[in-house]
């Protein structure tokens, strides 16, 4: 297993990739309303174009608001409410734990493909983005802007990243939780492989208030380990030696162990109503993003 | 095969223990592969390790513990030092003869050396090593490691004396070996062909000697004494003879009880050898010490036990002799003529008398005694220390009784003529005093001087002549217990007595033996044949422990390389 190294932005963002994330982009307009992945309904009185419903007014509304035929039929005064299609902040928050680095090819290549495919149709969108990478804690590499030049921004913050260390998911959550962002859509892009293991990720987010969309760095050989004999395996985060003599039996017990952390991820994912997709890190990306856009796997 | 460090039992023993052991090793081990991954968080929940370790799970690994197994048996196995011996049909034997052959220069160490790759050559399980020589013993038994060969033998050291290679094979033939046997001899000399014809069926022998010949030697082969050619009775000749292919010597060195004798010996040269005579030394009882003379700071020639010898010469003294007045002329005349005698009319050792005589008292007599008042002829009286038979032996011969023409004189008399033998308080010698008559040629007979001079002699004491002492050979009559220079205690329990080497030996009385090396085949051994040259025998055991070793090395390499290619955990 190759030794952490960072991910120079040639590697990360060639032309083609950056030309693929274009065409994702153009992919992601042509999705009709409801489909995107940022949209909100915002519960804000707003002055969009789409009526929604009334409600009687209250001292201090907005007079503008006012719907001026009810009253003169009715003799009451309500206000018009209408539906505003608000921007969605995506918080985009890789995981550029150890773990991520030390592979070949790194999860942390298709993790921050990843992460700049998504911040590139947010961004197309004008939408806000953030980049706040975690490992044993959530890092600030970007605060949420918006515009049309915020993708090479984050490309370039995204390509000065440093193989972290532990990954810390839990923590890395509550301390987005004690932010007090705008409610946004939150993009936890990882192995999800915390070795406080999966109960206290899902607990830490289920506590947040912001939308979830789950991206899951996924290989064949984390379900399908191509391993045998007797093995001191290391842990590449925590150190942690675990002696396996791999025998059928054993390889077994190790699947079921893998679905059912899977199935505990999808199982949060559908109760939380938060999106899950698992990308396969060997595999190029862009194509892989394209096709779950349009199958709608965005909106959970 | 045989097994040089440990007996087979202690070996299959060890076999089995290396088994047992490594099989519980490696049933407990469990060699890693260290792999890091992204996460141990599955392989927890899935791992069986803790129960990896456990002695009653399945055996895994079965050809690396075979290995292993035949690595760590290849080691046990060259600890063992395995022989194969290829020759079992005969038993050897090697006889090594450290007598006074070896004496010159380093020759001795040689002949070490020499023993040493000989029995190496040989089958371990079936070689025997004798040393001869003084006290032949057996140094190396059958099945022992040959440096335990080196080790009794590094205080050995060659002794003057001689080999006694035929008395060893008689001693071998007589213990009648199941097997055939191989005798190797290492010896300066060979063993006489014609010895070899006698040998038992399937045995052989081969004779290995030193390559480089020895030093030029010459020493005394013989010394010995007999009764002065003059006829002095108190007075002995000696004879020397001085042979080998050393310089010859310009005469003797002589000394008499330490201290130089003037005396010139006459010589005759005789096919390379020099008889020495000297003729009319005094018998007093004294220390005769013959040596070849040595330039002062020369270095000698091949051995040196050979240069010298003693002799002890006898103690002579003429018998005095009390003649009764009625003993008959005729033994008058022959006691008269015997230069032994000495008349006397008192302090007599002999009296001459007839039987019921009171001349000369209780003293050792020769009497006439009638046939009418005596049995036999002759009778013998002795003090009664010896059997009678022993006496009457000793007597026959001693007296020279069996000289006479007794059937003549059985003739004569008309009476059978017989020795008898009596118990007295004195020894005396009775002859029928008819005997004496000119009636019978008895008087004229030779036998007649004969006997009375013998009489004489024997009732006077006298000191049988011992004419010589040499290593090896037997002296006559029965000895007392001897002691060596040394302080070795040797008892023939009244046997004759074979002194095992050269020098001085004394016995409980006092009394001296001088023995000579008197070795001819050591001195001057005959040339030998170049051709008969014999190679020193092919090593006929294989030791297989430096084949085990480079077997286990090879073992090790192929266990490198399979490890190294994760073949073998």
Not at chain 2, 254 to 267: I, K, N, S, T, V
Request: net charge negative; with cysteine; charged share 25%.
């Amino acid at each position: 297993m190759a030794t952490p190294r960072s991910l120079p932005f040639e590697q990360l963002f060639d032309a083609a990739f950056l030309e693929e994330v274009a065409r994702l982009r153009l992919i992601a307009r042509r999705v009709p309303r409801g489909g995107r992945f940022a949209e909100q309904r915002s519960q804000q009185l707003g002055s969009g174009i789409e009526f929604r419903d009334f409600r009687p007014y209250a001292p201090g509304d907005d007079l503008r608001a006012v719907d001026w035929n009810i009253y003169r039929r009715l003799g009451r005064v309500f206000l018009r409410l209408f539906e505003e299609l608000e921007d969605l902040p995506l918080y985009l928050l890789p995981d550029v734990s150890e773990s991520l680095f030390v592979e070949e090819p790194p999860r942390a290549l298709a993790g921050f493909r990843t992460t700049l495919a998504l911040a590139s149709i947010a961004a197309g969108q004008h939408d806000t983005v953030a980049l706040l990478p975690f490992d044993t804690d959530l890092h600030l590499a970007a605060r949420p802007r918006a515009g049309t030049g915020r993708t090479l921004f984050l490309a370039r913050r995204l390509a000065a990243i440093e193989p972290g260390g532990r990954t810390d998911l839990a923590r890395a959550l509550r301390r987005l939780g004690g932010l007090d962002l705008r409610r946004g859509l939150v993009a936890v892009i990882s192995d999800f492989f915390d070795p406080n293991g999966l109960d206290t990720v899902l607990a830490e987010l289920g506590r947040l208030r912001h939308r979830l969309l789950l991206v899951q760095l996924v290989r064949p050989s984390d379900r399908d380990p191509r391993l045998t004999g007797d093995l001191r395996l290391l842990d590449c985060e925590t150190g942690h030696a675990e002696n396996v003599s791999v025998t059928s039996k054993v390889l077994e017990r190790y699947r079921a162990a893998y679905d059912r952390f899977a199935a505990a991820l999808a199982e949060f994912a559908s109760a939380r109503g938060a999106g899950l997709i698992r990308l396969d890190v060997e595999a190029p990306i862009v194509p892989q993003l394209a096709t779950l856009f349009e199958k709608g796997a965005f909106v959970a | 095969m045989s097994f040089a460090n440990l007996p087979l039992l202690g070996v299959l023993a060890g076999l089995a223990a290396l088994a047992a052991g490594l099989f519980v090793l490696q049933r407990l081990r469990v060699r890693h592969r260290d792999v890091v991954v992204p996460t141990t968080l599955f392989w927890q929940e899935a791992v069986e390790e803790a129960r990896a370790r456990v002695l009653v799970r399945r055996f895994r690994h079965p050809l690396a513990y075979l290995l292993v197994l035949l690595l760590a048996g290849t080691l046990w196995l060259a600890f063992a030092g395995p022989v194969l011996e290829r020759d079992e049909e005969v038993d050897h034997i090697v006889l090594f003869d450290s007598t006074a052959a070896w004496m010159s220069e380093e020759r001795f160490a040689a002949a070490l050396e020499l023993l040493e790759r000989e029995v190496a050559a040989l089958p371990r399980g079936r070689t025997t090593v004798r040393r001869l020589g003084s006290s032949p013993a057996t140094v190396l038994a059958a099945g022992e490691h040959p440096e335990l060969l080196a080790e009794r033998l590094r205080e050995s050291a060659p002794g003057a004396t001689r080999a006694g290679v035929a008395d060893e094979l008689d001693s071998l033939v007589e213990l009648r070996l199941p097997r055939p046997l191989a005798i190797t001899l290492i010896a300066e000399e060979g063993l006489d062909p014609a010895r070899n014809a006698t040998l038992p069926p399937g045995w052989s022998v081969r004779h290995v000697a030193l390559d480089r010949p020895r030093s030029p030697n010459r020493g005394l082969v013989e010394l010995g004494l007999r009764e002065a050619a003059s006829g002095a009775y108190e007075e002995v000749d000696v004879l020397a003879v001085v042979s080998g292919d050393g310089p010859v010597e310009a005469g003797l060195v002589l000394e008499l009880d330490e201290r130089p004798l003037e005396l010139r010996p006459a010589w005759v040269e005789e096919q390379g050898s020099r008889r020495y005579l000297l003729s009319g030394l005094p018998a007093r009882g004294g220390l005769l010490r013959v040596a070849l003379p040595r330039a002062e700071g020369s270095p000698g020639d091949g051995i040196a036990a050979d240069d010298s010898a003693s002799l002890r010469l006898p103690l002579r003294r003429r018998v005095r002799v009390l003649v009764s007045s009625t003993v008959p002329a005729a033994l008058r005349k022959v006691l008269a003529l015997d230069p032994a005698v000495s008349f006397v009319t008192d302090g007599a050792d002999l009296v001459v008398r007839s039987v019921g005589e009171a001349d000369g008292g209780a003293i050792p007599a020769l009497e006439l005694a009638s046939s009418d008042a005596q049995s036999h002829a002759f009778t013998l009286v002795h003090g009664g220390s010896n059997e009678a038979g022993v006496v009457l032996r000793a007597g026959i011969e001693r007296l020279g009784l069996d000289e006479i023409d007794a059937m003549d004189l059985a003739r004569s008399l008309q009476r059978p003529i017989a020795v008898g033998v009596e118990l007295g308080a004195t020894p005396a010698v009775r002859v029928w005093s008819e005997l004496l008559s000119e009636r019978y040629d008895f008087v004229d007979s030779l036998a007649f001087p004969l006997l009375v001079a013998r009489a004489v002699r024997w009732l006077g004491g006298e000191e049988e002549l011992l004419l010589h002492a040499a290593s090896g050979e037997e002296l006559p009559g029965p000895a007392a217990q001897l002691v060596d220079a040394d302080g070795r205690r040797y008892d023939s329990a009244g046997a004759a007595f074979v002194p095992p080497h050269a020098g001085s030996f004394r016995s409980a009385d006092g009394a001296s033996l001088e023995v000579a090396l008197g070795a001819p085949e050591i001195t001057a051994p005959a040339p030998r044949d170049p051709s008969a040259a014999v190679a020193a025998a092919a090593n006929s055991a294989l030791d297989a422990t430096a084949l085990l070793a480079l077997g286990a090395l090879a073992l090790l390499v192929l266990e490198w390389a399979l490890l190294r290619t994760g073949r073998i955990p």
